[in-house]
């Protein structure tokens, strides 16, 4: 996710914020209901990590962004 976030960061010619730092709002958007953030523990030498999904349309994000 922050390899795309980094695409998408070099394409507006902005600073990319750091990886904890969008950790940190990915977890608030969880907490808010906007995203749903699941742990996912692979095992002894599979490495864990966490996915991150839009629990609505990101066409309705991108307008309430839009809004403020």
């Given at each position: 996710?922050y390899d795309?976030?980094?695409?998408?960061?070099?394409?507006?010619n902005?600073?990319?914020?750091?990886?904890d730092?969008?950790?940190?709002?990915?977890?608030e958007?969880?907490?808010l209901?906007?995203?749903?953030?699941?742990?996912?523990g692979?095992?002894?030498?599979?490495g864990?990590?966490?996915?991150h999904?839009?629990?609505?349309?990101?066409?309705?994000?991108v307008?309430?962004?839009?809004r403020?």
């Amino acid at each position: 996710m922050y390899d795309a976030y980094e695409n998408v960061v070099s394409q507006t010619n902005t600073s990319p914020l750091s990886y904890d730092r969008v950790q940190r709002l990915l977890k608030e958007q969880a907490f808010l209901g906007i995203t749903e953030s699941e742990y996912t523990g692979g095992g002894h030498g599979e490495g864990s990590y966490r996915v991150h999904r839009l629990l609505r349309s990101p066409e309705v994000v991108v307008e309430a962004l839009d809004r403020e």
